[in-house]
Structures are given as C-alpha cells and as structure tokens.
C-alpha cells in the first residue's frame, strides 16, 4: 500500500537554528500538506501546497516557515530560528485531489529544540 | 475560523460494547468531515469520513453520523476490540475552498478487556 514517509523520525536541534524537515508524499498525489501536533494537543494545520505554490496556510505558518518541492519526489518543510515553542510532531499528509478527499499522514518527525 | 469541539476527552468501554464521540462545529459552510485514528507513536490514519450530503455512514463495526442543522457529528464503534484501544480526532473542512482540517483535541478510546 502506497504511504507517505517522512524523515528524519526524530529531530534534535539547538534553539535558533533552521531545520529541514523531508517528506515523500504519494506519488499520484498532487495536495501536499504539512500539520503540527504538540505533545498531548491536537492537530494543527500549517500550509498546503498545490502546483508548486502555496494555496492556504494557517496563523501559525508565520515568515519562520518555508515549503518546496525541490524535485518530482520530495516535499520539505523548512523553519529558519527554531525556538523552544516548535517543538512538536510534525506530520506531512498528501491527497489525490485535494478539498474534500482523503488526505493520508506520514509517520511524523519529532522536533525538539534545546 | 472553524471551532471544533470533540467530547469526550477520555472514554472507558468493556470489550465488546459500543462507544460513541462527538464533535461540534461552527462553520454552517463546512463539507467535510473525516474521523482519524491515532496510534501511539504512529501518524493519524482516516477511518471513516462523511461528506454534507449524506447523514450516515457506515464500514463494519464503525459508522458516522451528521446533523447538518445542529453542526454536530458523531463516531459509532460497535462491538468494540482491544485493538480499537488509541486516540481518535474528529476533524472538519470548512466550506470556501479551504485546504486544511480544523481538527477536535482528541478522544483517548480505552477498551477494558
């Protein structure tokens, strides 16, 4: 069965330095989506990416934030000056169509800032 | 924006019964809404979703209920196994072309063997 991956698992990394954060998504989709879920709360939406471009993102995606898709594979998510209140999983998600279809999470990346 | 609410937090059945969560919202415009499973350690995984134009849905031993006039949605496990044991989301895509999901806090399903 076709699945979204993510890497890398776990992410440690020193307060005010930028991280990557890799997903592959499913290779027919053509959504992209990148959530946040900090310990024991809910699933918050970041951004969504469609067409090589942005289609809506949330409060939270602030200028820290960045997305591409660097080649036909690959979806990342980049946050420039990492502070303590980032960390968090952070789950990438792709759909067929987008809208009102099944969107399908990857395993997450943990990032902790120290 | 979109407010979700999902009750309970926490809920405790005998193996074999059924357990029911439910979930408000507020945008009368949402068209959306997809129950997630979640598995310690592991991402949300779609168990069942409905769309506004039907008021209930059912796969096996889960089914999902939608009252459009009263802006609620409910998860209907029946028959519930060990392995239905984890958290649950309900979650809601609002009407307007939105992309993402307004997700509930989550419910902790515990099934007592």
């Known amino acids: 069965e076709p699945e979204v991956t993510q890497t890398p698992s776990h992410q440690v990394t020193q307060m005010g330095q930028e991280v990557i954060l890799r997903c592959v998504p499913i290779?027919?989709?053509?959504?992209f989506y990148w959530y946040r879920q900090i310990l024991g709360q809910k699933v918050e939406f970041l951004v969504s990416?469609?067409?090589?471009?942005?289609?809506?993102k949330s409060e939270i995606f602030d200028d820290q934030f960045s997305v591409e898709r660097p080649d036909g594979s690959n979806f990342t998510l980049k946050i420039r000056s990492t502070k303590l209140e980032d960390s968090a999983m952070y789950f990438c998600?792709?759909?067929?169509?987008?809208?009102?279809?099944?969107?399908?999470f990857g395993q997450g990346t943990r990032l902790t800032v120290v | 924006g979109e407010n979700v609410e999902q009750h309970p937090s926490t809920l405790s059945v005998q193996e074999g019964d059924s357990a029911v969560i439910k979930c408000t919202y507020s945008?009368?415009?949402?068209?959306?809404f997809p129950w997630y499973k979640q598995e310690l350690g592991k991402g949300p995984q779609l168990i069942i979703d409905?769309?506004?134009?039907?008021g209930e849905k059912k796969d096996q031993r889960i089914a999902v209920t939608l009252n459009k006039t009263a802006k609620h949605f409910s998860l209907h496990i029946t028959e519930t196994q060990p392995e239905d044991s984890a958290v649950y989301f309900c979650?809601?895509?609002?009407?307007?072309?939105?992309?993402?999901?307004?997700f509930g806090k989550g419910t902790h399903l515990i099934i007592q063997p």
């Open positions: 290779s027919n989709h053509l959504y």
């Open positions: 998600a792709s759909s067929e169509q987008g809208g009102n279809t099944e969107a399908f």
């Open positions: 990416f469609y067409n090589n471009e942005i289609s809506e």
């Open positions: 945008d009368s415009a949402s068209n959306y």
């Open positions: 979650a809601v895509l609002s009407g307007g072309g939105a992309d993402g999901l307004t």
């Open positions: 409905i769309r506004s134009n039907v």
